[in-house]
């Protein structure tokens, strides 16, 4: 029994693997990254239109996850209560999200309800309920929400960084946008953005599970056949400022919220990108065990925690961190940070932290690809870097060979991330 169990693991296994193939709509070549799982009953679907996301707010900050709140509000017929009801009798979800750079219509259903789910995705897609009394709804949430945050330390410290750190830049302002910009913002405005990012140009299909590559083909053709052809959008890639700059913000806390940040010059389609993997693991995306968290929490008490990472897009390719501390320890902790930043870059990592970060990220890989969706986004996330699907298994095979003398010459030649940006919030009397 426990030799069967072991080749039904691996047939199963050998059976999940994403491919890309197309389909042609209103002569549109569609990509369509797929992959086919008959473990579960279940089919998952995405349509990511690709330069579609908050950096497309243009003068209407919070407009594009606006829309994606008012397509919650289901459609014109049938309204929120309707629409939502009938999508929970059947168990079946449609819903949809923004990010920075793509927009994301998504459905989840068991195999037997996915033509019905198609069907209200459709329904969706050409009906969207944008009423005046829905856009009032959601105004009123999106200000509520945005009221909040006033009193969200983290999230102004955050806000700062990136209205210093990218100014000038559509990635300069808050993609939920701000009371202001909401509050001006008309239905006739959500409308128009909807009508001119919606597309069959920009759109890549992810979709997985219990389904055949011909009956996703049937299904995307009857889905697709309303949404308009569009034009093709290109992506800005923004740089960081790297004047070093600090903005500091006086409010009545008890804790000092330190947000820091940096250029960080590697490109999303790069092939050193596993290499920025390892090294922002060991300086201090880890958590514990890393060089800031040992520095800063271990050693001095300083803070509970403190974390720092690559953040690595098409749009835009920056290093970043934040942590707490006492008011009155401000200044060390900050001081810390520059330190042990510096010193990363002028003497690089050790062999014992290189095998430590090896082990996790090796060992850690099958979790991240347990499920049905972390796979699918993850194929996406390579077909959308411009790499073949597979890609992240390449990546694993070049940190397991990985040399000391490699990383450590590839951290040295990112001193960029000495010039450091830091936004703070904390009380005056300290």
Known sequence: MKYLITIM??????????????????????PIVYEQNSALPIVSLQLVIKNAGSLQDGKNSGIVRFTASMLGEGTKQKGAIQFADELESRAVSVNAHAGAETFVFEISSLKEEFSFAVWMLKDLLKNPNFSKSSFEKIKQLTLGGLSSKKSDFDYIANLNLKKMIFKGTPLE???????????????????????????????????????????VKVSLAELLEDVKVGKKRDLKHYRVNANGDEKIEIKETKQAYVYFAAPYNLESDSEEVYKSRVASFILGASGFGSRLMEEIRVKRGLAYSAYARTSISRSSSYFSGHLQTK?????????????????????????????QAKRFLLGSEPLRNET??????????????????????????????????????????????????????TDAKK
């Not at 050998?14 to 491919?19: D, E, F, Q, Y």
């Not at 008011?327 to 095998?355: R, Y």
């Not at 049905?372 to 077909?383: I, K």
């Open 372 to 425: 049905l969706s972390q796979r699918l986004s993850g194929a996406f996330t390579e077909y959308y870097r411009g790499f073949e699907i597979g890609h992240s298994k390449v990546e694993l095979k070049k940190i397991e060979k990985l040399s000391l003398k490699e990383l450590n010459l590839f951290i040295k030649q990112h001193d960029e991330i000495n010039s450091l940006s830091f936004s703070i919030v």
């Open 9 to 30: 693991i691996f047939l199963q296994g050998a059976l999940v693997s994403g491919i890309v193939e197309k389909i042609n709509i209103k002569g549109v070549e569609v």
């Open 327 to 355: 008011n009155k320890s401000l200044e060390e902790a900050k001081s810390v940070v520059i330190s042990e930043i510096k010193k990363f870059v002028e003497k690089g990592v050790t062999q014992s932290e290189l095998d």
């Open 173 to 215: 302002n808050s993609f939920s946008g701000d009371e202001k910009s909401i509050g001006k913002l008309k239905l006739e405005n959500v409308k128009e953005y909807y009508e001119t990012h919606i597309d069959l140009t920009n759109m890549i299909v992810v979709v997985g599970g219990d389904i055949s590559i011909d009956e």
